[in-house]
């Protein structure tokens, strides 16, 4: 049994709609990668996030994960336990009135003795660094600890991919980077599959693979320094490139001898740096 | 239409156990025609204040006066001041309701009980302002547009009151790159066609610092700063502290100046970063390749 989503040969199509909102997507996640998905408003990165966990399932094509059907019934639970989602909106994922019980729903859920429950929710809010939180209520928590306290209700549910829907989106500078904090401590130290799905072109380029979408078809497909370097072809599908990297590109119109690839703060200082 | 508030003090559920402090002792003084950015962590108290001044709330102490009028007083008609400070809030699109974008666009002016041929020529004015086509789009469900142009419609909304102000919390958030530098450039479009007044709220560091002319800085519900955008990002740790950033490229340029670069650290765009490293580069003679 492969330890990998596979998509393959998907379309998907609104039942109100005309039109798909997926087209002939082939992608394979391995476990333990971490992979970006950007992309236009409209061009099915949502659609797309809902199919890896079975909330969705293929008009057309399959999706498997771990070697199961996201079309058997039998086994839905099965995958939702393998791959979870997170929003991007955390107060609509909050269903407790405590953080430890919110964290304990979805194991709950799954019917685990309450002793390992209580394990598991220990971990997830150890890993999530919320530990000393787990009495609080929710609703006085940041949004940056909220959509950790979502994080940690999946963690409990022990997945191996973990699939994110902009979940930044909504937050203050602080509580995004203690997200991505978080996420990429998931990926390193966890050894979970990351998901990311962002408008946020600095997030997407911490992952190993960046996929870019438009109008329902994946039209780019490469690791961050191969995606980001293409800044007009990035431009011209309506996305944009972090602004180290706009500077790059700027300063090698100069006549400078800088790398058009630069995607980090510190790749663009020691580029500079060496040119002194 | 200057607005000036004073000694702005709010208490949620005062003299409850849930008796919480959202904002304390604001003193603020908005001119006529200045673009202003409203920056704080979550929870710091923006959406509270920003409601004070179209009198969604009224201040527990303190004043809000507004053409020289305290809209806190009880006996302010506060419909005329709804019409001349347009509040466009989070998620805007949430609020569209109606059959039609043009019968959408149309309900704040019919309200103000405008005749019929002011009120199309409102809408229209309106929808183009916000760069939609207006007999493309008039006849449509606004439930059958994308995201950032059912936004637009909301958008439209508020401004075909002709509002003097314009308040808009978080505009772009969950836009791609491209709608949400769409929306920012009809905004700086609309601040010069009307010579409105513009409040903006906004988490993204980068739009705040290229657009506006002075930010105001709250914390735990005090407005803890206001200034230009080059006084306030000068202040990295400060802004830090307080869960603020600077921009991506100001950080570049104080690690620069870490590894002994002569740049500026109060550089808020690539433009600008462009120029200074030039300079520095040229400066000790780097040959052009």
Known sequence: MAAEIRLENVFYQYSQSKDLALKEINLTIKKGEFVAIIGPNGSGKSTLAKLFNGLFTPTEGDVWVDGLNTKDKDRIWDIRQKAGLVFQNPDNQIVATIVEEDVAFGPENLGIPPEEIRKRVYEALKTVELYEYAQKAPHLLSGGQKQRVAIAGILAMKPDYIILDEPTAMLDPVGRREVNNTIKKLNREENKTIILITHFMEEAVQADRVFVMEKGKIVMEGNPKDIFSKVEKLKQIGLDVPQVTELANSLRAEGLDVRGDILTIDEMVECLCRLL | ?289
């Open chain 2, 1 to 289: 239409m200057p607005i000036i508030i004073k000694n702005l003090s709010h208490v949620y559920m005062p003299g409850t156990p849930f008796e919480s402090v959202a904002l304390k002792d604001i003193n603020w003084e908005i001119s006529d025609g200045e673009f202003w950015g409203l920056i704080g962590h979550t929870g710091s108290g923006k959406s509270t204040l920003i409601q004070h001044l179209n009198g969604l709330l009224r201040p527990t102490s303190g004043e809000i006066i507004i053409d020289g009028v305290n809209i806190a007083d009880k006996k302010v008609n506060l419909k005329e001041i709804r019409q001349k400070i347009g509040l466009v809030f989070q998620y805007p699109e949430h609020q569209l309701f109606e059959e039609t974008v043009e019968k959408d666009v149309a309900f704040g002016p019919k309200n103000m009980g405008l005749t019929e041929e002011e009120i199309a020529i409102r809408v229209k004015d309106a929808l183009e302002a916000v760069g939609l086509d207006y007999r493309e789009v008039k006849d449509r469900s606004p439930f059958e547009l994308s995201g950032g142009q059912m936004r637009r419609v909301a958008i439209a909304g508020v401004l075909a009151m002709k509002p003097k102000v314009l308040i808009l919390d978080e505009p772009t958030v969950g836009l791609d790159p491209r709608g949400r530098d769409e929306i920012l450039e009809e905004i700086v479009y609309l601040r010069k066609k009307y010579e409105m007044t513009i409040i903006l709220v906004s988490h993204s560091m980068e739009d705040i610092a290229r657009l506006v002319d002075k930010i105001a800085v709250l914390h735990k519900g005090q407005l803890v700063k206001c200034g230009t955008p080059k006084e306030i990002f000068k202040d990295r740790e400060g802004l830090s502290s307080i869960g603020l950033d600077v921009p991506q490229i100001t950080h570049l340029m104080y690690r620069l100046r870490e590894r002994g670069w002569d740049v500026p650290t109060d550089v808020l765009t690539v433009e600008e970063a462009k120029k200074a490293i030039l300079k520095v580069i040229r400066g000790k003679g780097y040959a052009r390749a």
